[in-house]
Nanobody, 113 residues
């Protein structure tokens, strides 16, 4: 069973940056992704990264968000720059495609205007 623990969220001013991290255990290296869920909205895809490091970012976040991984440490990171209030959400990591049973608690990122 994959276990995922997100960390690094917090309160950020608009235009600022934040980095969230995900520690994975109970799994071999897999394609991983970040997702987010804003208040009152459905969870949405943010970015993914393959085992070999090939990345893909949601179209509307491209240029501001970047995903990276450290296979040796089994961690995945999401760097978020030029944050906007609409980026406020709980950020989750999971495999790609997501494993229904592996959703963690997520980490809250709040962007103030």
């Amino acid at each position: 069973q994959v276990q995922l623990v997100e960390s690094g969220g917090g309160l950020v001013q608009a235009g600022g940056s934040a980095r969230v991290s995900c520690a994975a255990s109970g799994t071999n290296v897999r394609a991983m992704a970040w997702y987010r869920q804003a208040p009152g909205k459905q969870r949405e895809f943010v970015a993914r990264i393959s085992i070999t490091g090939v990345t893909s970012v949601a179209n509307d976040l491209r240029g501001r968000f970047a995903i990276a991984r450290d296979n040796a440490a089994n961690t995945v990171h999401l760097q978020m720059n030029n944050l906007k209030p609409e980026d406020t959400a709980v950020y989750y990591c999971n495999t790609y495609p997501p494993n229904f049973h592996s959703w963690g608690q997520g980490t809250q990122v709040t962007v103030s205007s």
